[in-house]
């Protein structure tokens, strides 16, 4: 399988569950994101890794918490959410963090509702 | 500080016609620009990309950009919309660390 992986696709859980949202890619690249895209709102940067380590962390609350085990693999652990948090979350990679020519390349992400 | 601005968060258009997003965009380099669509429920696609190579850029689905320096601008256009353009249209400029900063997106609408 080739591009970006993104599971599950749609997600509904209770203010107290646990879970984790998972992205893999097949690209050979070493930079991921997780965005955020909320409805009538602008995409949001939440996370940045690249070679495995995390460069970038925009404010984002301590309930999301990433986890990048390599850099084909790439999870996002949701714990204690509130219902705000319910958004189209978008997961992307590039070949590195710095390859401004290249652009992302995006997967079809997890639409999560929070109940 | 790189940005960009995407006139017009929503564009209606009748099927057949030309179909104009603009982007704007500020950068204190020479920029990447790049333009990204997505269909309801679905990532972002890349539709076309400008790297410094030929101004008028080329893309998927018969969408095509115009880098404009004097104008810092890099609108899209596609000269006849059909129904399945119907989607949300995002520009891009690379930072100088090589980080994508989005526009708001532009959600065009295509009246049959």
Same mark, same amino acid.
């Given at each position: ?115 | 500080?790189?940005? @960009? ?6 564009? =209606? ?14 950068? =204190? ?27 008028? @850029?080329?893309?998927?689905?018969? *969408?095509?950009?115009? *880098? ?5 601008? *890099?609108?899209?256009?596609?000269? =006849? ?8 249209? *995002?520009?891009? @400029? =690379? ?14 609408? @295509?009246?049959?």
């Amino acid at each position: 399988e080739t591009g970006v992986t993104q599971t599950p696709r749609h997600l509904v859980m209770g203010m107290t569950n646990k879970k984790s949202l998972k992205c893999e890619q097949h690209l050979g690249h070493n930079a991921m994101y997780w965005y955020k895209q909320s409805a009538k709102k602008p995409l949001e940067l939440m996370f940045v890794y690249n070679f495995k380590e995390q460069t970038e962390n925009n404010s984002v609350p301590s309930r999301f918490s990433p986890e990048c085990p390599n850099s084909s693999h790439l999870f996002l652990h949701l714990h204690t959410l509130q219902p705000e948090d319910s958004a189209l979350y978008l997961c992307a990679s590039s070949p590195s963090k710095a390859a401004g020519g290249v652009g992302y390349t995006f997967g079809s992400g997890t639409r999560l509702t929070v109940v | 500080a790189q940005s @960009v601005t995407q006139l017009g968060s929503h564009v =209606s258009v009748s099927e057949g016609a030309l179909v104009l997003l603009r982007c704007n965009y500020s950068s =204190s380099v020479p920029p990447y620009l790049f333009w990204y669509v997505q269909y309801p429920n679905q990532g972002l696609q890349l539709l076309l990309k400008y790297t410094s190579a030929a101004t008028l @850029v080329k893309g998927i689905n018969g *969408f095509e950009a115009e *880098f404009k320096k004097s104008e810092t601008s *890099f609108h899209l256009t596609k000269p =006849s919309a059909h129904m399945s353009d119907a989607a949300e249209y *995002f520009c891009a @400029v =690379s930072d100088s660390r090589g980080k994508l900063i989005f526009g708001q997106g532009t959600e065009l609408s @295509v009246k049959p």
